[in-house]
């Protein structure tokens, strides 16, 4: 009786018989259970287990018939075999429901302490994400109106500060312009154009020239301009690069609030405005 007939005697289950065939073909090819290990990727102690019968400790079913199906390719164990001691150690659901399962002590096939694998939901993964963009929309929405905010602030309070310097302009900036006889028989007719960036038409301004004040604006300004009878004709903020025209009504009194690049013209004359640190000035044009 040779040693495989022997330790088939005393085999308990298929597991333990299946354990001892590799080993034993192990031996013969001359591997130890390191060189094993390296080939399968496994630890060496799985191997140890998988020789002695004994799957305590080990993964879920499935990957334990993996593990023994390459051990045995790799000791060339005949395929015919192998496929019978694994369906002897894992039968199919039918097989086990007619109790032949019944054979193989549950304590070998102990699966309880095998670490159960979870997978990190995806979904939680996708509402992180959308979060994510959400918060830098939010962000730089903010930050947009935050700016938008700043510039309107800035802006206004420059106004302000035009309103608030063209109320203090001294007198001594104040520059008078008389209008000659000519221009006071020809005083008959009020026109005013405030739009912004206006386009004049040049035909009538052609023929309004010998009466007309016009005063081109050149950065964001307050204006206001007051006609003989006291009447306002315009008194509000206006863009750059704007031109207002009047006609018929002098004298006019013309208040600027910021006056670079600003310039006026009466019966087609300039007209000095007159500098000071305020860059404001309030000028009465065709006046004796």
Not at 17 to 35: D, N
Not at 90 to 101: I, K, M
Not at 131 to 151: D, F, L, M, N, T
Request: glycine fraction near 6%; charge should be neutral; charged fraction near 20%.
């Amino acid at each position: 009786m040779n040693d495989q007939t022997r330790n088939s005697e005393h085999a308990q289950n298929p597991a333990e018989e299946l354990g001892i065939l590799l080993r034993q073909a192990r031996v013969q090819k001359g591997m130890s259970v390191g060189e094993v290990a390296e080939c399968l990727k496994l630890p060496a102690r799985q191997i140890e287990a998988i020789e002695s019968g004994s799957y305590d400790g080990m993964p879920e079913a499935v990957f334990v018939k993996g593990f023994l199906t390459s051990y045995g390719r790799l000791l060339d164990i005949d395929k015919a075999e192998l496929k019978q001691y694994l369906n002897q150690i894992f039968p199919s659901r039918r097989v086990a429901h007619q109790n032949v399962s019944s054979n193989i002590p549950a304590g070998d096939l102990n699966f309880q302490h095998a670490p159960v694998r979870r997978h990190f939901p995806r979904w939680i993964i996708g509402i992180v994400i959308v979060g994510v963009i959400a918060a830098g929309i939010y962000a730089w929405q903010s930050k947009s109106s935050s700016e938008s905010a700043k510039q309107s602030a800035s802006s206004s309070q420059e106004v302000s500060n035009q309103v608030a310097t063209v109320s203090d302009v001294a007198a001594s900036n104040i520059r008078i312009v008389p209008m000659s006889d000519s221009d006071k028989a020809g005083s008959a007719e009020n026109l005013t154009t405030s739009n912004d960036n206006l386009n004049i038409n040049t035909q009538e301004t052609s023929t309004a020239t010998e009466q007309a004040l016009r005063i081109n604006i050149g950065h964001k300004s307050w204006l206001q301009v007051t006609d003989k009878n006291n009447q306002v004709l315009i008194s509000q903020v206006v863009s750059a690069g704007s031109i207002h025209e009047f006609k018929g009504a002098a004298p006019y009194k013309v208040v600027i609030g910021y006056t670079t690049d600003s310039s006026i013209q009466f019966n087609g004359k300039n007209i000095i405005i007159p500098e000071n640190k305020k860059r404001t000035a309030a000028i009465t044009v065709g006046e004796n």
